[in-house]
């Protein structure tokens, strides 16, 4: 299994302003992935965040607005732009050997935007 | 595309009561996933189940597996105030160029002492 840290925890931000997470890994994941968990809604998938190269995202996210990055096996960011009070969510990531394998959680990072 | 549904949406029971959850897809099952989400926490895996009539324990929580049915049920013996959260089951959405985990609602269980 593998132990995924995240940060912040938990942000209020601002309309227009940017909050970037951070995904850390303790162990080598072949694939990372980050999510948003949205009040009522299912555990949606944002993208598959690539090392070394753009992130795949699924249909209705976009890099504008999710940019992602994956420097290494073990590291990973989201930024969610342009906040609006629709992107108040959890944002968690996950890490794992493949798209439909087990995945671990990070322990999530709650967003407000006011 | 397929759907996950899971029943029921909330559950309170009284401490060493049983209970059961069940995970119901729309379309074939390929490989099912239980996690528990405590508040302002990650999902925590519990098990996971591929092979139809497969069973598997954690602790005094185990889960099934039927095909047939397209249904997982997850069965929590004499609960306990530490089985309280939301419980989540994933599948696999199975054949495709887009194939991914997709997840049900969540089923929120407390537990009363």
């Known amino acids: 299994s593998a132990v995924i840290s995240q940060k912040p925890s938990r942000d209020i931000c601002q309309r227009g302003t940017s909050l970037t997470i951070q995904c850390q890994v303790d162990?080598?994941?072949?694939?990372m992935f980050w999510y948003r968990q949205q009040p009522g809604q299912s555990l949606t998938l944002i993208a598959t965040a690539n090392q070394g190269s753009e992130a795949t995202y699924e249909s209705g996210f976009v890099i504008d607005k999710f940019p992602i990055s994956r420097p290494n096996l073990t590291f990973s960011t989201l930024t969610v732009s342009n906040l609006s009070p629709e992107d108040s969510s959890i944002y968690l990531c996950s890490g794992g050997q493949g798209r439909t394998d087990t995945q671990y959680f990070g322990p999530g990072t709650r967003l407000t935007v006011l | 595309s397929q759907e996950l549904e899971q029943s029921p949406q909330s559950l309170i029971v009284q401490e060493g009561k049983n209970l059961t959850i069940n995970c119901t897809s729309s379309?074939?099952?390929?490989?099912l996933y239980w996690y528990k989400q405590k508040y302002g926490e990650g999902l925590i895996f519990l098990m996971m189940l591929q092979k139809g009539g497969e069973e598997k324990s954690h602790e005094k929580i185990t889960a099934k597996l039927d095909e047939k049915k397209q249904q997982s049920s997850l069965h929590i013996t004499a609960s306990q105030p530490s089985h309280a959260g939301i419980y989540l089951c994933?599948?696999?959405?199975?054949?495709?160029?887009?194939?991914?985990?997709?997840w049900g609602l969540g089923t929120s269980l407390a537990v009363n002492p």
């Open positions: 994933g599948a696999d959405s199975g054949a495709g160029n887009n194939r991914k985990l997709i």
């Open positions: 379309k074939t099952l390929y490989g």
């Open positions: 162990s080598q994941v072949t694939m």
